[in-house]
């Protein structure tokens, strides 16, 4: 009996978890991602977070998904680079050897895209982004845990050339 109600248990806790990962990645009306219907998901993959992996984990993640425009590969510092075919979304990974930043580009994006992602990012991430005293860049910064790690998110919005920076960064 104790042994049906564990694996019973277990059973909901799994399903739970699928459950959660599949509303997670759904996009709503205030997902900023789809900006008004332009953006599809092709054009977007959350990148990968998992702090600690390694370069075959990274590779593995992103699948076929995103264009591979850059891999440099040692054992001190490794990059890859990853881009959509429009080349206006740019993930980055540094890994030393395990990964601790990642870097993601959004090109062409409005001040309002730039203001719901990081809503959205302070949703997700449970996170309070807080501006810089940089009067000459809009730039915030907020602390949180991601996956287990204690993490930095540092992000840019340049209106000169609608860039969006966004830094994830180990803390610890």
Same mark, same amino acid.
């Given at each position: 009996?104790?042994?049906?109600?564990?694996?019973?248990?277990?059973?909901?806790?799994?399903?739970?978890?699928?459950?959660?990962?599949?509303?997670?990645?759904?996009?709503?009306?205030?997902?900023?991602?789809?900006?008004?219907?332009?953006?599809?998901?092709?054009?977007?993959?959350?990148?990968?977070?998992?702090?600690?992996?390694?370069?075959?984990?990274?590779?593995?993640?992103?699948?076929?998904?995103?264009?591979?425009?850059?891999?440099?590969?040692?054992?001190?510092?490794?990059?890859?680079?990853?881009?959509?075919?429009?080349?206006?979304?740019?993930?980055?990974?540094?890994?030393?050897?395990?990964?601790?930043?990642?870097?993601?580009?959004?090109?062409?994006?409005?001040?309002?895209?730039?203001?719901?992602? %990081?809503? +959205? !990012? &302070?949703?997700?991430?449970?996170?309070? @982004?807080?501006?810089?005293?940089?009067?000459?860049?809009?730039?915030?910064?907020?602390?949180?845990?991601?996956?287990?790690?204690?993490?930095?998110? %540092?992000? +840019? !919005? &340049?209106?000169?050339?609608?860039?969006? @920076?966004?830094?994830?960064?180990?803390?610890?």
């Amino acid at each position: 009996m104790k042994k049906n109600l564990f694996y019973t248990v277990m059973m909901m806790a799994v399903m739970a978890v699928v459950t959660i990962s599949f509303t997670a990645c759904g996009g709503g009306d205030d997902d900023p991602l789809t900006d008004n219907g332009k953006e599809t998901a092709k054009t977007y993959m959350e990148p990968c977070l998992d702090w600690g992996c390694d370069v075959s984990h990274i590779k593995t993640y992103m699948g076929s998904s995103m264009n591979l425009i850059d891999e440099q590969i040692n054992e001190q510092i490794s990059v890859l680079a990853y881009s959509t075919s429009d080349s206006k979304y740019v993930i980055t990974y540094g890994l030393m050897p395990k990964l601790f930043r990642v870097s993601v580009y959004h090109y062409d994006k409005s001040r309002d895209y730039f203001q719901k992602l %990081m809503s +959205q !990012y &302070e949703t997700r991430y449970q996170a309070k @982004f807080e501006k810089s005293n940089k009067e000459e860049i809009d730039e915030y910064g907020a602390n949180c845990t991601i996956n287990g790690k204690y993490c930095g998110i %540092m992000m +840019q !919005y &340049e209106p000169k050339t609608n860039t969006i @920076f966004v830094l994830f960064g180990l803390a610890d």
